[in-house]
């Protein structure tokens, strides 16, 4: 601080100013700064001191503003982040799952080929294959729908022969004499030809019709047979039971596969309670045991 006295108006007045002076350190001009009131010298000090102020305060929140930012921003990202996470699972769920139906269908496409290959063999049908893929499935699902009305018809006319063919026996219980030729069991000497099966029965056993038809005989019948009961099965086969004590049918009647035509006995030409079962084909005897299968009987 430098003491100065000047004048004004013909006296002399004595004043205190601040001088600031920067020297440069090589070379440059000299700068010079002053102040006459120390008033004005802090009132300048206080506004550089409140633009500072202002200024970092500004500077401070625009930082919080940019930090507040930020963080909203990081937030919306780890957000999004979890949701795409999220997302991602139920994706990958959806994909397992996905594998394990198409896994199933795959299985069930396979089988599907083996049922279509096996009802191709049945019906005699020339699509037979070993490519199990959905296309070649779905085209010989197509070529069967197509051949649909023939295939119902050999199939329900393979149905009607297999309810009209004998395959069963008209009793259980074991068979004491076979087809062909027998001792005679009445003599006890000799032979004798016997065109049936004797099948062994207690008495009023039911019997039943091995096969579905129409009755053409029913009653007694002359030459051994006693109570007689006889149904033409169709297709040039008829079957026949006879020894029984009751007939339960009449001619022309339709009867179906297991319905009781008879009562077992022993009638006519007999040596004790037993069914005399057999077949005619075209009105000839045959051996009746290779129409049968799966039977209950028992053989001796």
């Known amino acids: 601080m430098i003491g100065k006295r000047w004048q004004k108006g013909g006296s002399t007045i004595a004043r205190e100013d601040l001088r600031i002076v920067v020297f440069p350190e090589r070379s440059g001009s000299v700068r010079e700064w002053r102040w006459q009131d120390r008033h004005r010298l802090w009132l300048s000090i206080a506004s550089v001191g409140a633009a500072l102020l202002v200024a970092a305060v500004v500077f401070l929140l625009v930082t919080a503003y940019q930090d507040i930012a930020t963080t909203s921003h990081l937030r919306t990202e780890l957000a999004a982040a979890a949701k795409v996470r999220a997302d991602n699972r139920i994706l990958r769920e ?25 009802v191709e063999r049945q019906l005699g049908l020339h699509f037979q294959t070993n490519d199990t893929g959905l296309g070649n499935v779905l085209s010989r ?8 009305p023939t295939v119902l018809a050999a199939a329900k006319t393979r ?11 008209p009793v259980q219980g074991p068979i004491t004499s076979w087809y062909g030729w027998r001792p005679n069991p009445f003599t006890n000497t000799g032979s004798e030809w016997h065109p049936g099966l004797d099948i062994a029965v207690p008495m009023y056993t039911p019997v039943v019709s091995v096969a579905a038809g129409v009755v053409t005989y029913a009653g007694w019948k002359p030459g051994g ?13 008829s079957s026949f039971v006879s ?12 009867v179906k596969r297991g319905q009781e035509l008879a009562l077992s006995g022993s009638t006519g030409r007999s040596t004790g309670p037993h069914v005399y079962f057999g077949i005619l084909v075209n009105g000839a005897s045959t051996n009746p045991w290779p129409f049968i299968h799966d039977s ?3 053989v001796k």
């Open 243 to 254: 020894h029984n004590s009751q007939v339960l049918v009449h001619v022309g009647q339709q």
């Open 225 to 237: 047979y006693g109570y007689y009961v006889q149904v033409d099965n169709g297709y040039g086969i």
């Open 159 to 169: 149905d009607t022969y297999l309810q009209h063919r004998p395959d069963m026996l």
């Open 141 to 148: 699902l197509n070529a069967l729908h197509e051949q649909l």
């Open 296 to 298: 209950p009987a028992e």
């Open 94 to 118: 959806q994909l397992a799952q996905a594998q394990n139906v198409n896994s199933r269908a795959l299985t069930q496409v396979t089988a599907m080929a083996a049922d279509i290959q096996h």
